[in-house]
């Protein structure tokens, strides 16, 4: 006899239809069973949960109800209150020891019921968090597959026999999961995508000479239909296989040659998009590997992508409008602020980005929205809050499946299954979810919009689009161009006919015109904000002629407005500029960010990034080393000229920071060019990396902290060892002294190379004890006698202006005290100043412009290079009695030492001082415009004759 009905145990205050609906549920069970399962009543933790459990899910009512044994069985197994390792599905199928595929089907369809059972009890329980509900599902999904994988293939191979590698290993089916599996993501009633590879092709020894394609054919078709296939029993994972190449027309498994030749050759962009997540979840792992390596190189492009914003924006377009024409807002997944746009957000950077930063390179949304967020690609508030936005969406994503375990992503419609809804997640009715999930779902799609910029690509300017289009006749084309502030429009008009004519125009594809196309009236419209239109117009054309190739970075300026305006300005202001990015594209990347753009970064954090940009670049791989310097290099030039051109930064501070980022190069071009020696030759005797016994010294600007745009490194190579002929201790030990020569032509090499990202910088060695006879690595011993009964006056005074930029911190030491003893010498005064005169009349002669009203900013008489004789003439006549004059190297401090000294009056000292920032000023600003250092003399004519004036009275006849 059947017992009166129980009611629920005690728990969360049930809303009044999800009691009764749950006292319904109650009520079956006690009938089905007679009497309640006591072992679980009497559990301590599940009675509370048991009503608010069935009142969320049917799916899990209805299972206790099919399967008495499985609610007892979780709980006194201690599964339903224990989180699993990564292991645990794995043993457990081991119990299942299938006969035939029949069995196979039942047990795994019995054991994915029981196991998806416990992930949506802990979820709806809140015992789980989000993180392992998504990985349980993945591992459970991973585990089924391949348990059925090599249950399969040991009936395959029993039957048919074993397909083979060159080798004799037997080859295995590669099993790729795509979307949510392959990033440990799967949703509760998630299918899955599934693409199948094999290694190569051949012929197994049955009697019917079975291809390999034959046989891993049945084999992937049995694997589907033992996931997918619905029985009495239900299914395991719906399998999805139309991602595979050429989709559903497409053979279901293909070897590693023919998915390589396919993704090279006919891929659409949206597969790219598509194995982003792809993971291998079955089959040979090790023989997996180069399937995966040439996968992860065909999403990763080597250079920067924009073009996939476009790509995506048009994806999710199509998604939106077949939303609308099914009439389906609701759904949390596709719709406006839903799931796939948090991930669109992410992938779309991953897509771009990927192949130069690695650390993008994941299959986590969450890890890399993180990641965005650390390296300032999205505002780090918004990469927080899209994290909890994503988290808020998959749980009522899992929520809404966990309802009845069918695959939907929309919010339900009938009020009963609403009331389920809002009660699991928590919230008193469904007014207040709905509202909490506006709120959430509005704070999305206001980022996906800023980041793909929707709203500003789907407004155009009419008149810019006509202008480009070139449909109206000339006046109205000429009118346009005057609307865009052009003061020549006829000059204009003539160049944009020229432009739309060139040979790289012509060629591009009709993806790259169409993005001409959408970019052109944007730089008309943005012309009207620069002071120069005329000629900010041609500077652009040219450029955009010259990376007219890369299409992708005129995709970065159309998909990104405020990097076009950045653009524009700086352009504007700077024909350097413009030729920078014509000669180095990638550098198009720093428009991006305008906080990074205009604010270079400090000594420290040079050395900080190029460290890390370094660190990852194997120590034998020369090539790519000499690329990520160079990149570096002309990355960090940019953003001290954008903030110079701006007025943000002063002209020390410029000098300041390109003579930074120098230092920084220079120390990680030694450190790395010891390490190539190193590993093929071992060390010097009583050497390491940090006691390398061999020194860079810097002269000129680069010694005077004084570097421009375009200057190069004096460099001089200096060394110590105790015995030339000794080995080093390596695998091919060279004596030290080929060493160290080695060492230097290794640095010399990885400077100045020309790649097609140019050279690093052009280095001159010629103050090297003998110039260019002499020898690269100099012995300090031997430097030093040099310098005392050799060297010529004017080498003497180059040692004013030098430092140790970089090497052993022992050797630095030793350098310093050779150079305070050569400059604080007594001197002769008078053969002195003939010396230094006699010097300065060859340079004058040789270097100075003949042109007639111009003035060499360098070379001409008041000029710099009179300043600079004079500060070194005096630091030789006075360092004897004075040695705070040789304790700076740069001439702004040695004025001032001098001035401290009273061997020049402070008047003076002002003078100079004033006419050296000047001249340094104007000739930073003609290197940005791509000019030489020749000025209309009237600009300096008062300074230069006081400069003058200032050397006839110290150096004059």
């Known amino acids: 006899m059947s017992q009166t009905p129980k009611p629920p145990p005690e728990g969360p205050t049930l809303p009044a239809d999800l009691h009764y609906s749950v006292t319904l549920f109650m009520q079956k069970w006690q009938e089905k069973f007679n009497t309640p399962n006591s072992a679980i009543y009497n559990a301590p933790q599940l009675p509370p949960s048991l009503p608010q459990i069935w009142a969320s899910s049917q799916f899990v009512a209805e299972s206790c109800l099919r399967q008495p044994h499985l609610l007892s069985d979780l709980q006194q197994s201690g599964d339903l209150a224990t989180p699993y390792t990564g292991q645990t599905y794995h043993d457990k199928l081991q119990t299942l020891k299938p006969a035939d595929e029949a069995e196979l089907m039942r047990g795994l369809r019995q054991f994915r019921r029981r196991e998806m059972v416990r992930i949506a009890w802990r979820d709806l329980a809140g015992w789980a968090p989000l993180a392992e509900t998504l990985m349980d599902l993945s591992l459970l999904a991973e585990a089924c597959i391949q348990y059925a994988l090599v249950f399969l293939y040991g009936q395959a191979t029993r039957r048919r026999g074993t397909p083979v590698l060159p080798d004799g290993t037997p080859q295995q089916l590669v099993v790729l999961g795509m979307g949510k599996l392959g990033g440990y993501e799967l949703n509760f009633s998630s299918d899955i995508d599934l693409i199948f590879a094999y290694p190569e092709d051949g012929v197994l020894p049955d009697k019917k000479a079975t291809s390999y394609g034959e046989f891993f054919t049945k084999l992937c078709q049995s694997l589907v239909k033992v996931l997918d296939d619905i029985t009495e029993e239900g299914f395991v994972f719906r399998t999805d296989t139309r991602l595979r190449p050429f989709g559903d027309s497409g053979a279901i498994v293909m070897t590693f040659d023919g998915m390589e030749h396919y993704y090279q050759t006919q891929a659409r962009e949206w597969e790219r998009y598509a194995m982003i997540k792809a993971r291998q979840v079955a089959g040979d792992m090790a023989q997996g590997a180069p399937l995966m390596a040439m996968l992860n190189a065909f999403v990763y492009r080597r250079y920067l992508d924009y073009g996939a914003f476009a790509e995506l924006r048009a994806l999710k377009q199509q998604i939106m409008q077949e939303l609308r024409r099914k009439d389906r807002p609701d759904n949390v997944k596709l719709g406006a602020g839903g799931i796939r746009e948090v991930e669109f957000i992410g992938q779309a950077f991953q897509l771009i980005r990927g192949g130069s930063e690695k650390s993008l390179q994941q299959r986590c949304i969450l890890s890399v929205l993180h990641r965005l967020g650390e390296l300032n690609l999205l505002a780090p508030a918004d990469a927080e809050q899209l994290g909890q936005n994503y988290g808020f969406l998959r749980r009522v994503e899992n929520h809404i499946q966990e309802y009845q375990d069918k695959q939907t992503h929309t919010l339900p419609t009938d009020p009963l299954a609403q009331q389920s809804l809002a009660f699991s997640l928590g919230y008193p009715d469904w007014a207040s979810f709905t509202a909490e999930l506006a ?310 090499h990885i400077f100045d190379t020309r790649l097609l990202s140019g050279i690093l910088y052009e280095i001159d060695l010629r103050l090297r004890p003998s110039g260019d006879s002499g020898l690269l690595v100099t012995h300090i011993d031997t430097y030093e006698d040099y310098l005392k009964n050799q060297a010529w006056t004017w080498e003497h005074q180059a040692l004013v202006r030098s430092r140790c930029i970089a090497g052993d911190l022992r050797l630095k030491t030793t350098y310093d005290a050779i150079r305070y003893r050569i400059l604080s010498k007594p001197r002769v005064y008078e053969s002195l100043k003939t010396d230094v005169q006699t010097m300065r009349e060859k340079m004058r002669t040789a270097l100075a412009s003949k042109a007639v009203g111009k003035f060499d900013l360098k070379h001409s008489k008041g000029g710099i290079a009179d300043i600079e004789f004079i500060v070194q003439f005096l630091v030789l006549a006075y360092a004897f009695n004075y040695p705070r004059l040789t304790f700076y190297t740069d001439n702004m401090r040695l004025l001032d030492s001098l001035a401290s000294t009273a061997k020049l009056p402070q008047s003076t000292v002002d003078t100079l001082k004033t006419a050296y920032c000047f001249y340094r000023d104007k000739g930073h600003k003609q290197a940005l415009q791509d000019n030489n250092a020749l000025i209309d003399a009237t600009e300096v004519a008062e300074l230069r004759l006081l400069v003058g004036g200032i050397w006839d009275q110290l150096l004059g006849e």
């Open 439 to 748: 709120t959430v779902r509005a704070q999305v799609h206001g980022i996906f919009d800023q980041v793909f910029s929707l709203s500003k690509q789907e407004t155009g300017d009419n008149q810019a689009q006509q202008l480009w289009a070139g449909t109206a006749d000339t006046d109205c084309l000429l009118a346009s161009l005057k609307h865009y502030s052009l003061t020549d429009p006829e000059s204009g008009l003539t160049a944009l006919k020229h432009f739309k004519h060139a040979a790289a125009i012509k060629r591009l594809s009709t993806k790259g015109a169409a993005v001409l196309d959408r970019l052109m009236p944007l730089l008309f419209v943005g012309l009207a904000s620069v002071n120069n239109p005329d000629e900010t117009l041609k500077r652009v054309l040219g450029l955009f002629e010259a990376v007219a190739s890369r299409t992708v970075y005129l995709s970065l300026l159309a998909e990104n407005p405020d990097a076009l305006a950045q653009m524009l300005r700086l352009i504007s202001a700077s024909l350097w500029f413009c030729d920078s990015l014509a000669r180095f594209p990638i550098l198009f990347d720093e428009l991006l960010d305008p906080r990074a753009l205009f604010t270079p970064l400090q000594a420290d954090d040079v050395d900080a990034q190029l460290h890390h940009l370094l660190s990852p670049i194997a120590v034998q791989d020369l090539e790519q080393l000499m690329i990520a310097l160079r990149q570096f290099k002309q990355q960090q030039v940019l953003k001290v000229a954008a903030a110079d051109i701006m007025g943000i930064i002063p002209l020390m501070v410029v000098s300041d920071y390109l003579t930074a980022i120098a230092e920084s190069i220079t120390r990680q071009v030694l450190h790395r060019a010891w390490l190539l020696l190193t590993d093929k030759h071992g060390t010097p005797p009583d050497s390491d990396s940090d006691n390398s016994g061999f020194a860079i010294l810097g002269f000129g600007k680069f010694g005077g902290i004084e570097l421009g745009y375009s200057s190069d490194l004096d460099l001089v190579f200096i060394c110590t060892y105790t015995d030339g002929n000794a080995l080093t201790n390596g695998n091919k030990p060279i004596p030290t002294c080929q060493f160290y020569g080695r060492l230097g032509q290794k640095i010399r």
